[in-house]
């Protein structure tokens, strides 16, 4: 379980003098909208801002999730089923801990949000990746995919859609054939949303309303709204799901940031217009990077996910990274998404102000061997 999986050369980043294009971490250079943002929350406008508030989240909150869950995702919601909790990464660990036993095995097609493998780990389950985002089309394949790692210790299925880090979005017929296949099993079904905000072609259909009574839905005001700093995600699970979730998460990190979750809750009363925005930009910057590197367009995220292995020599992907840092490019390894995955690289074309993110994405396509020419961004 690495202690970094986003850079090895994030430290050093700090360190030198010259402009480095971060494009290794998930994140925007959108500001969240205006009355949602740190500075227009007011301790005399709101009583108990920096006190704790309800485990289960803030309960306006909690109210306001479950009616977007019935009005967007279509999910039968009521508030015993729902968790907020630190960001998605929280909400996520606390339903991987609620069902997974030492030993027991989560399926997880791959390439793979790079954390989800580690909160697997972290709870000693055993994480069996399945290549899939880049390679299977077929939605038979698929399912043959599946049968072949499944076991007597396959307690879950994880499911990604916007995928991090492809940006592939998966058709509702597939996402069909999971849950069947889920039921079939006997198997929970782990589904991330986090990025059902952003789709660029297709549509998001969300898992939870095809498989109810084993689904935990997963889902982000870090990505939805530019709020990653703030650490509020939130997740909708069966009623006993989600009870044994709100254990692991009082006796870890007890609750998400009281401002954070009121920054949450103006968010989805009045943010509907910010998403629209920035999901026309992240369309273009993403059609723009993926066309320099010679890529079709993603589907829908925030990333690229790009096979360098013809540019690997001896020195490997690790080589490849320290060029691209010497070019002032941080980049993922494609081995945090999975352990096939080890020629690739993922990249973050929104974590920067468009002019800067495609700068970098000129940087990385002339050291894939592209003619790019140059244009120089600011510092």
Same mark, same amino acid.
């Given at each position: 379980m690495?202690a970094?999986v986003?850079?090895p &050369?994030?430290?050093r980043?700090r360190?030198?003098s010259?402009?480095?294009f971060?494009?290794?971490?998930?994140?925007t250079?959108?500001?969240?909208?205006?009355?949602?943002?740190?500075?227009?929350?007011?301790v005399?406008? /709101?009583?108990g801002?920096?006190?704790?508030?309800d485990?289960?989240?803030l309960p306006?909150?909690?109210?306001?999730l479950c009616?977007?869950?019935?009005a967007?995702?279509?999910?039968?919601?009521?508030r015993d089923?729902?968790?907020?909790?630190?960001?998605?990464?929280?909400?996520?660990?606390c339903?991987?801990?609620?069902?997974?036993?030492?030993?027991?095995e989560?399926? /997880?097609l791959?390439?793979?949000?790079?954390?989800i493998r580690?909160?697997?780990?972290a &709870?000693r389950?055993v994480?069996v990746e399945?290549?899939?985002y880049?390679?299977? &089309?077929?939605?038979?394949?698929?399912?043959?995919a599946l049968?072949?790692?499944?076991?007597?210790r396959?307690?879950?299925?994880?499911?990604s859609?916007?995928?991090?880090?492809?940006?592939?979005?998966?058709p509702g017929?597939?996402l069909?054939? &999971?849950?069947e296949f889920?039921r079939?099993r006997?198997?929970w079904?782990?589904?991330d949303?986090v990025?059902?905000?952003?789709v660029y072609? +297709?549509e998001?259909?969300s898992?939870?309303?095809?498989?109810?009574?084993?689904?935990?839905?997963?889902?982000s005001?870090?990505?939805a709204y530019?709020?990653a700093g703030?650490?509020?995600?939130?997740?909708a699970?069966?009623r006993?799901w989600?009870?044994?979730a709100?254990k /692991?998460?009082t006796h870890t990190?007890?609750?998400?940031?009281?401002?954070g979750q009121?920054?949450a809750?103006?968010?989805?009363e +009045?943010g509907?217009?910010?998403?629209?925005? @920035?999901?026309?930009?992240?369309r273009?910057?993403g059609?723009?990077?993926?066309?320099?590197?010679?890529?079709?367009?993603p589907?829908?995220?925030t990333?690229?996910?790009?096979d360098v @292995?013809a540019?690997?020599?001896?020195?490997?992907?690790?080589?490849?990274?320290a060029?691209?840092f010497?070019?002032g490019?941080?980049?993922?390894?494609?081995?945090?998404?999975?352990?096939d995955?080890?020629?690739?690289v993922r990249l973050?074309?929104?974590?920067?102000?468009p002019?800067?993110?495609?700068?970098?994405?000129?940087r990385?396509?002339?050291?894939c061997?592209?003619d790019?020419?140059?244009?120089?961004a600011e510092?």
């Open positions: 690495p970094a986003y850079s &050369f994030e430290a980043a360190e030198r010259d402009p480095v971060a494009l290794h971490v998930g994140d250079w959108r500001p969240p909208f205006e009355g949602a943002r740190a500075e227009d929350l007011k005399d406008e /709101i009583a801002l920096h006190n704790y508030t485990t289960q989240g306006p909150l909690v109210d306001a009616e977007k869950l019935r967007r995702n279509g999910l039968a919601c009521e089923q729902l968790l907020v909790g630190a960001g998605a990464t929280g909400v996520l660990a339903a991987v801990g609620s069902v997974v036993d030492p030993g027991d989560v399926l /997880i791959a390439p793979f949000w790079p954390l580690g909160i697997v780990q &709870f389950g994480p399945v290549p899939f880049d390679r299977i &089309f077929d939605l038979e394949e698929a399912l043959a049968e072949e790692r499944i076991s007597e396959t307690v879950a299925l994880y499911v859609t916007p995928s991090n880090p492809t940006g592939r979005v998966l017929d597939w069909e054939a &999971f849950a889920a079939r006997d198997l079904l782990l589904s949303e990025y059902e905000d952003y072609r +297709g998001h259909v898992l939870a309303p095809l498989a109810p009574e084993r689904t935990v839905a997963v889902h005001f870090s990505k530019g709020m703030n650490r509020v995600g939130y997740l699970a069966p006993e989600a009870a044994q709100r /692991i998460a990190f007890y609750g998400a940031p009281t401002p009121w920054a809750l103006r968010a989805l +009045g509907a217009a910010w998403i629209a925005e @920035s999901r026309e930009a992240y273009e910057v059609a723009q990077a993926a066309a320099l590197l010679g890529q079709e367009a589907a829908g995220s990333f690229l996910f790009l @292995s540019q690997l020599g001896a020195r490997g992907l690790e080589g490849f990274l060029d691209c010497e070019d490019v941080l980049v993922a390894p494609g081995a945090s998404s999975g352990q995955y080890g020629d690739w973050c074309y929104t974590a920067l102000p002019e800067k993110a495609l700068e970098a994405v000129r990385l396509a002339r050291r061997g592209r790019v020419p140059p244009v120089a510092s």
